[in-house]
């Protein structure tokens, strides 16, 4: 069967026409699609033989409300999807002044392992199709009855580990036949595996790399973060100082503070130090505590302190406001806790 939504426009105007039908049946198809139907009964105008035929070779992705949790702080909502074959994903939907932002999945489940990921710890099931990537912002959009605006790749799953889907997704949502979400709108996140790195600066989007970095030298980084035996912290910075290079677009780290694990002054000056000169933001998050990991956030004291030695050495940070306390919103915790 044919993933249908994962095709790119004139994919499904060569599908139509080589089947015998005419191409205007293409864009008809294509703006019901984009309207969100779930079958293709609901296409009015289709004639009868073309439902029938795209009934036979082809299904719609859909990502059905399983749960749904509003936090009673922040209006942040978060999502438990369920796909066609009765996988489960999550998608976070965030209020910000500027508009909605939507963490959506790539993977159900991640091969990452990293040791303070919810998500890593629950194991890998698949990776998702465009389609499904999709199928996240329409349904948030649709039960919230609202317009994202932004998109961050950095629910469940590793993006670089499913490349081609992510970047069929890409082109899919920014264009202006989809749902016409600029790259500017987008981050992709990657706890960074170099060599794709490398691959998607060849595309040179305008989307925002933002890079799990989480520690600032090989000791501490592969205790929490098995991908830095593969790609040590030496080769990913300079993906990333040869990302910008490629790109121009300022490239920005992600730094969860974990309670006397990497929130040391030592550390901070370690982290000054590896990312000097370089045109980057850092963000540091106190860490999600998650179940069974044994990590706990780092004080407010600590926080400040690490701040300070960053700016102090001329590198821009700050501290992430957490939204969603109250619903578990890093993503991961809500599929975990349905599966046990
Ligand atoms: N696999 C990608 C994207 C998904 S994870 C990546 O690792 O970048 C999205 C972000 O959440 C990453 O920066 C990840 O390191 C972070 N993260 C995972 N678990 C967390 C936790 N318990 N607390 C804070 N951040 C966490
Ligand atoms: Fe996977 Fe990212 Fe979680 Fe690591 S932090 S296990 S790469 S989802």
Redesign the pocket.
């Known amino acids: 069967m044919i993933d249908i939504k994962s095709l790119y426009f004139f994919e499904l105007e060569n599908f139509i026409t080589d089947n015998g039908f005419p191409k205007f049946r293409a864009k008809q198809i294509s703006d019901w699609l984009n309207k969100g139907v779930t079958s293709f009964s609901q296409m009015r105008n289709i004639p009868k033989n073309i439902i029938e035929f795209l009934s036979g070779s082809c299904y719609i992705s859909v990502a059905n409300i399983e749960k749904k949790l509003v936090s009673r702080y922040d209006k942040t909502v978060k999502y438990l999807f369920c796909l066609n074959d009765g996988e489960y994903i999550e998608s976070v939907v965030m209020s910000y002044h500027h508009g909605y932002s939507i963490?959506v999945s790539?993977q159900v489940g991640?091969k990452?392992g990293?040791t303070?990921?919810?998500?890593?710890k629950s194991g890998f099931s698949r990776s998702l199709t465009a389609s499904e990537i999709l199928a996240q912002i329409e349904s948030a959009q649709k039960d919230l009855n609202i317009r994202i605006s932004n998109i961050v790749?950095?629910?469940?799953?590793?993006?670089l580990?499913n490349f081609d889907n992510v970047i069929r997704f890409l082109k899919l949502v920014s264009c202006e036949d989809g749902l016409n979400i600029g790259m500017r709108h987008i981050t992709l996140?990657?706890?960074g595996i170099v060599p794709r790195i490398y691959e998607l600066a060849e595309y040179k989007f305008a989307l925002t790399l933002?890079?799990?970095l989480?520690a600032p030298d090989n000791a501490t980084r592969s205790r929490t973060m098995p991908i830095n035996n593969r790609y040590p912290v030496e080769l990913l910075i300079k993906a990333c100082r040869d990302y910008f290079d490629i790109t121009g677009r300022r490239v920005s780290f992600?730094y969860?503070l974990i309670d006397g694990e990497n929130d040391s002054e030592e550390c901070a000056l370690k982290l000054a130090n590896l990312l000097k000169g370089m045109n980057c933001h850092v963000n540091l998050?106190?860490?999600?505590?998650?179940e069974g990991?044994g990590?706990k956030k780092s004080g407010a004291e600590r926080r400040n302190a690490f701040v300070e030695i960053l700016s102090k050495h001329g590198i821009t940070a700050t501290i992430r406001r957490t939204l969603g306390s109250d619903i578990n919103a890093?993503?991961?915790q809500l599929r975990r806790n349905t599966l046990n």
Do not use: K, Q, R, W
Request: proline share 5%.
């Open positions: 963490c790539t991640c990452m990293c303070f990921c919810a998500t890593g790749l950095m629910g469940m799953g590793e993006p580990d996140s990657t706890c933002s890079v799990s989480h992600e969860a998050i106190p860490v999600n505590t998650v990991t990590y890093s993503c991961g």
